[in-house]
């Protein structure tokens, strides 16, 4: 992507912006784990890649449907969705973030994190509040 145009810190308009926004909108909505690579050094098709998980193919589909509502709401829409009706990986593309949610199980299986081991790893510490990353960390729950 071109990561020359201008654009306004804190926006929609940053991808960094967008994929952390899209990170606390996932957290919100109880996903798991999740990941910020910055992959625009290593492909030409996204600037981000955000990975995190749910623990059913409900949750997934619903943090998903969540997602694109939350994020339509902010005048985002996405270029294709893929993978919702059957909830175990869906993939949204926004064009400079694309989102990959996983049933649990199919993240490890197929394992974007170690795919793009050489993307650098956004730190979610500094804007992501250290308890909702806590539970968001896959500890199962004492229930």
């Known amino acids: 992507m071109d ?3 201008e654009r306004e810190p804190g926006s929609l308009d940053d991808p960094r912006e967008k994929a952390l926004r899209i990170v606390e909108i ?24 955000v990975i995190a998980s749910g623990r059913s193919t409900r949750h997934v ?15 985002e829409t996405p270029f294709g969705v893929e993978g919702l009706d059957d909830g175990l990986w869906v993939l949204m593309d926004y064009l400079d973030v694309v989102v990959n ?8 299986y197929y394992d974007l994190e170690g795919f793009w081991a050489d993307a650098q790893r956004v730190d979610l ?3 992501v509040p250290d308890k909702l ?3 968001s960390s896959g500890v199962d729950e004492p229930w």
């Open 61 to 75: 589909q619903g943090a998903a449907q969540r997602l694109h509502q939350d994020l339509k709401d902010m005048g």
């Open 3 to 5: 990561s020359t145009v």
């Open 101 to 108: 949610l996983f049933y649990e199980s199919h993240r490890d």
């Open 125 to 127: 510490a500094e804007v």
């Open 26 to 49: 996932l957290i919100e909505h109880k996903a798991r784990r999740p990941v910020v690579l910055k992959v625009g050094e290593l492909c030409s098709f996204t600037d981000y890649m």
């Open 133 to 135: 990353l806590a539970e």
